[in-house]
T-cell receptor, first 107, second 117 residues
Framework: AQRVTQPEKLLSVFKGAPVELKCNYS??????LFWYVQYSRQRLQLLLR??SRESIKGFTADLNKGETSFHLKKPFAQEEDSAMYYC?????????FGKGTMLLVSP | NAGVTQTPKFQVLKTGQSMTLQCAQD?????MYWYRQDPGMGLRLIYY???????DKGEVPNGYNVSRLNKREFSLRLESAAPSQTSVYFC????????????????FGSGTRLTVV
């Protein structure tokens, strides 16, 4: 069975500090992973896809198959980064989401 | 483009009442999904429709029914609402079914906040 684990419910940092949101997955095949972001009371938006190896809003994420991880990183957090972040794993027909990590960036 | 449109945005029901949540997409996507979002539980899949004419159960289907009316529309029905169904419901769509087909992820609607009293 596929599973996504986000071990932190809440991550609180100061503006300018580095951020790492953890995501671990369990999947028997070759994974396809995503990060979604949800700003306060808004819809979920796609932030990153691992296959595109892109950097969006200063965030990056690298797939580590050995550690079965897909951690989201940003070197310098901004207050506007405060949001709920979800890691997701693509199955045959659907996405499985982690429980999410709330990121709070204080001034 | 509107993307994925959900109606209503807010609803309060009494226990035992029924209602239908509507979802429509204008992106010519094949697949559509209904999730519920609860604090500490993340997003859990209720039902999905991989293509027009098909529907399948997700992780938490009990108490819900769905209809894929056409390629654009996918509705979620609560036949007899219960307080445990108080949640935020999100509809989503995607162009492709899932793995191995250059998955571009999902596009989400803005959600329906449902309270059952």
């Amino acid at each position: 069975a596929q599973r996504v684990t986000q071990p932190e419910k809440l991550l609180s940092v100061f503006k300018g500090a580095p951020v790492e949101l953890k995501c671990n997955y369990s999947y028997s095949g070759s994974p396809e992973l995503f990060w979604y972001v949800q700003y306060s009371r808004q819809r979920l938006q796609l932030l990153l896809r691992h296959i595109s190896r892109e950097s969006i809003k200063g965030f990056t994420a690298d797939l580590n198959k050995g550690e079965t991880s897909f951690h989201l990183k940003k070197p310098f957090a901004q207050e506007e980064d405060s949001a709920m972040y979800y890691c997701a794993l693509a199955g045959y027909s659907t996405l499985t989401f982690g429980k999410g990590t709330m990121l709070l960036v204080s001034p | 483009n509107a993307g994925v449109t959900q109606t209503p945005k807010f609803q309060v029901l009494k226990t035992g009442q029924s209602m239908t949540l509507q979802c429509a997409q204008d992106m010519n996507h094949n697949s559509m999904y209904w999730y519920r979002q609860d604090p500490g539980m993340g997003l859990r899949l209720i039902y999905y429709s991989a293509s027009e004419g098909t529907t399948d159960k997700g992780e938490v289907p009990n108490g819900y029914n769905v209809s894929r009316l056409n390629k654009r529309e996918f509705s979620l029905r609560l036949e007899s609402a219960a307080p445990s169904q108080t949640s935020v419901y999100f509809c989503a769509s995607s162009l492709l079914r899932g793995r191995g087909e250059a998955n571009y992820g999902y596009t989400f609607g803005s959600g329906t906040r449902l309270t059952v009293v």
